[in-house]
Each structure stands twice: as structure tokens, then as C-alpha cells.
């Protein structure tokens, strides 16, 4: 393989530059056009006066040999999204031990001779849900989805002590998987299983009582999408809580149901939020305030009333 065909200068997207004389953190994914995690990290770099810049990198092959380049290249850290996330793993010389068993990494931090991977989406999702006065421990739990996403739903789920988790999907493959994976790592003995799959189509199987929603499919993303999975709005009745992934379009179809039904709900924005402040201070090695953690979400929020 010829590494001179790799420039990571070639892979920087329109409106962002590698400059020189700053330390350089980034993302790759594929697409990566539309991410904000450069208002979180380089909002943070100027607060704390470090000289960072946050660079979004379009990777569409070859990341093996990208993620050497950036190690290579002195960058201080990176994010991995869509689509690799679990693809990254191979590339990297550690794994905290959550990421190895949520199977994804979005975070990687520099460690002898490569990068050590993390998972700062299921801590992310965590500190906005407990923020938001949602519990998870011994709590009863609905999952839509089992994608990527769904397994650091469901870890953090299983991390947390919740007491029942229906993971509701359209693919029953995947959410059984998912299932048996979460509830081998909770050592649960076979009659008393935590998790449980449900295909959408049987969703009337679930027991009729109080469950926190968890939506992490990728419905809701598009306009004129529905509701997830279930079309049933009677459904939604069992939510006494509500959390969706998804934070563009501000409120699904799924938390519009929510906000009619006045149930507590929030979107994907503070885990996004969360994710990032968790993974700056991987990178920096520094503890992110409150109070600065609510000037970035601010910073974030601009965003809704600009689209
Ligand atoms: P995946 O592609 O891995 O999973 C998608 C999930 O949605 C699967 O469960 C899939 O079901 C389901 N799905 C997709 N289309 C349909 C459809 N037409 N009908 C029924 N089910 C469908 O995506 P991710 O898990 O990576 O992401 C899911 C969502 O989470 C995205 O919207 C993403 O934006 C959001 N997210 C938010 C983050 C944040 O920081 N707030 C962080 C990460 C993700 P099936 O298995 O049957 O295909």
C-alpha cells in the first residue's frame, strides 16, 4: 500500500482549514457535512484558552489507514460517527472496557503507539437523562430500535440497574441479538432476563404498566416520518417519560405525541452535548463546569432558531 496516496489535508471538508499553528482534535464520518460537534469543542477551546481547532474529516474508505494518519500526525483526538463506529475497533491499540462491551467507539484518545477507543455516547445520553430527572435504575424501560445507537442505550441500561428493558424493533433478529448480548453481560440467570425482545408488529405483548420511552431508531429524522414503529397512539399512554435520540428536527412526531400526552420528555440535544463535553475532557484532561457546559448548550440551541 502506498501511504502517500493518504492525506488527511484532502479529507477536511469545505469551510475548515488545518492550520498549522493550532492543535488539531476532529471527527471522521461519512457524511459529516452538517455536524455540530465543532460548536462544542471549539467554543470550549476558546473558553479555556487552549489553541484548538475541531476539524470535520469525509472519510469514505480506507479509515484503517486514515486513523494512522491522524495518530501520525500528531491529532489530539478524534470522534468516529456514522457509519464507524463499531468499524473503527480494529484500528485501535486499547478499548475502554464499556465500549468493548457496548461494540462502538465515537471517541479515540492517544495512547502509546495508536489510539485508545471510548464510548462517551452512553455516559452522554446518561448525564442528560439523569439531568432531566429520568431514572434508570429499577426502572421499567421501552427501547425503540436496536442499531447502533440501541446498544449504548441499552448498556447504559444494564450499567445503571435498570429492572426491565422491552427492546422493540422492526428486524426481531436484531433486537434478539441486542437482548442476548445485554443480558449476558448482566450474568442474568435464564428465567429472570431483563432484557426482552419484541418484534414492532407484537408490540401489544409488552405488560400494561409505566415504562421510560427510549426512542433510537432513526425515525423522525425526515419531515414527514411518523411515529416509531408503533402507530397506536394508545401505546404512547405507557410512557411516564420520554427521551428521543434523534435532536434534528428539535421534536419528532414521537415527542410531539409526548408533548400532547404532557408527558416529561427531552431530545437528543443535551446527549450530543454530553458526548462531546465527556470526550473534550478525555482529550484535555480537564473538568468541564456546569456552567460551561450550559454556555455551550446554548451555543447549540442557536442552531434550531438559524436552520
Ligand atoms: P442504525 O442505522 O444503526 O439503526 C437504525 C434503527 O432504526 C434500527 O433499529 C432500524 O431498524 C430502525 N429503522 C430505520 N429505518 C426504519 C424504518 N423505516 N422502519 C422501521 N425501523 C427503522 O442507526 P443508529 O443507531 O446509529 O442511529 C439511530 C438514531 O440515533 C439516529 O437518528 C441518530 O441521529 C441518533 N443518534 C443520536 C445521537 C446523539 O448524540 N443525540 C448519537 C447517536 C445516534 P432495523 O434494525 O429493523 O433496520
Same mark, same amino acid.
Given at each position: 500500500?502506498?501511504?502517500?496516496?493518504?492525506?488527511?489535508?484532502?479529507?477536511?471538508?469545505?469551510?475548515?482549514?488545518?492550520?498549522?499553528?493550532?492543535?488539531?482534535?476532529?471527527?471522521?464520518?461519512?457524511?459529516?457535512?452538517?455536524?455540530?460537534?465543532?460548536?462544542?469543542?471549539?467554543?470550549?477551546?476558546?473558553?479555556?484558552?487552549?489553541?484548538?481547532?475541531?476539524?470535520?474529516?469525509?472519510?469514505?474508505?480506507?479509515?484503517?489507514?486514515?486513523?494512522?494518519?491522524?495518530?501520525?500526525?500528531?491529532?489530539?483526538?478524534?470522534?468516529?460517527? /456514522?457509519? %464507524?463506529?463499531? *468499524?473503527?475497533?480494529?484500528?485501535?491499540?486499547?478499548?475502554? =472496557?464499556? #465500549? @468493548? !462491551?457496548?461494540?462502538?467507539?465515537?471517541?479515540?484518545?492517544?495512547?502509546?503507539?495508536?489510539?485508545?477507543?471510548?464510548?462517551?455516547?452512553?455516559?452522554?445520553?446518561?448525564?442528560?437523562?439523569?439531568?432531566?430527572?429520568?431514572?434508570?435504575?429499577?426502572?421499567?424501560?421501552?427501547?425503540?430500535?436496536?442499531?447502533?445507537?440501541?446498544?449504548?442505550?441499552?448498556?447504559?441500561? /444494564?450499567? %445503571?440497574?435498570? *429492572?426491565?428493558?422491552?427492546?422493540?424493533?422492526?428486524?426481531? =433478529?436484531? #433486537? @434478539? !441479538?441486542?437482548?442476548?448480548?445485554?443480558?449476558?453481560?448482566?450474568?442474568?440467570?435464564?428465567?429472570?432476563?431483563?432484557?426482552?425482545?419484541?418484534?414492532?408488529?407484537?408490540?401489544?405483548?409488552?405488560?400494561?404498566?409505566?415504562?421510560?420511552?427510549?426512542?433510537?431508531?432513526?425515525?423522525?429524522?425526515?419531515?414527514?416520518?411518523?411515529?416509531?414503529?408503533?402507530?397506536?397512539?394508545?401505546? %404512547?399512554?405507557?410512557?411516564?417519560?420520554?427521551?428521543?435520540?434523534?435532536?434534528?428536527?428539535?421534536?419528532? !412526531?414521537?415527542?410531539?405525541?409526548?408533548?400532547?400526552?404532557?408527558?416529561?420528555?427531552?431530545?437528543?440535544?443535551?446527549?450530543?452535548?454530553?458526548?462531546?463535553?465527556?470526550?473534550?475532557?478525555?482529550?484535555?484532561?480537564?473538568?468541564?463546569?456546569?456552567?460551561?457546559?450550559?454556555?455551550?448548550?446554548?451555543?447549540?440551541?442557536?442552531?434550531?432558531?438559524?436552520?
Amino acid at each position: 500500500m502506498n501511504n502517500n496516496e493518504i492525506n488527511l489535508k484532502d479529507k477536511v471538508i469545505e469551510g475548515y482549514e488545518l492550520a498549522e499553528d493550532k492543535e488539531i482534535l476532529g471527527i471522521f464520518g461519512n457524511p459529516i457535512k452538517h455536524t455540530l460537534s465543532p460548536v462544542i469543542h471549539d467554543n470550549l477551546s476558546d473558553m479555556l484558552g487552549l489553541n484548538e481547532r475541531y476539524i470535520p474529516f469525509q472519510i469514505e474508505e480506507r479509515l484503517g489507514d486514515y486513523v494512522k494518519a491522524a495518530y501520525e500526525s500528531q491529532i489530539l483526538g478524534l470522534n468516529i460517527t /456514522v457509519p %464507524y463506529k463499531e *468499524k473503527v475497533i480494529p484500528y485501535l491499540v486499547d478499548i475502554d =472496557e464499556d #465500549a @468493548e !462491551k457496548i461494540g462502538a467507539v465515537n471517541t479515540l484518545v492517544r495512547a502509546d503507539g495508536g489510539y485508545k477507543g471510548y464510548n462517551t455516547d452512553m455516559e452522554g445520553l446518561y448525564r442528560s437523562v439523569t439531568e432531566a430527572g429520568f431514572e434508570i435504575k429499577d426502572n421499567n424501560i421501552i427501547m425503540l430500535g436496536a442499531g447502533g445507537a440501541a446498544r449504548a442505550v441499552a448498556y447504559m441500561c /444494564v450499567k %445503571y440497574g435498570a *429492572k426491565k428493558v422491552y427492546i422493540v424493533n422492526r428486524t426481531l =433478529e436484531k #433486537a @434478539e !441479538k441486542l437482548a442476548d448480548d445485554m443480558n449476558m453481560i448482566k450474568k442474568d440467570n435464564a428465567n429472570e432476563k431483563t432484557f426482552i425482545p419484541i418484534a414492532a408488529s407484537d408490540y401489544i405483548r409488552i405488560p400494561n404498566d409505566r415504562y421510560l420511552f427510549i426512542q433510537s431508531t432513526s425515525i423522525g429524522l425526515n419531515a414527514d416520518d411518523g411515529l416509531p414503529l408503533v402507530c397506536d397512539e394508545n401505546f %404512547y399512554d405507557m410512557a411516564d417519560a420520554a427521551v428521543d435520540l434523534i435532536y434534528n428536527p428539535e421534536k419528532t !412526531k414521537f415527542l410531539e405525541v409526548m408533548s400532547k400526552k404532557k408527558i416529561p420528555y427531552i431530545n437528543g440535544l443535551k446527549m450530543l452535548l454530553y458526548q462531546g463535553i465527556i470526550a473534550f475532557e478525555y482529550w484535555n484532561n480537564v473538568k468541564i463546569s456546569q456552567d460551561m457546559s450550559e454556555k455551550i448548550y446554548s451555543e447549540l440551541k442557536k442552531y434550531y432558531s438559524n436552520k
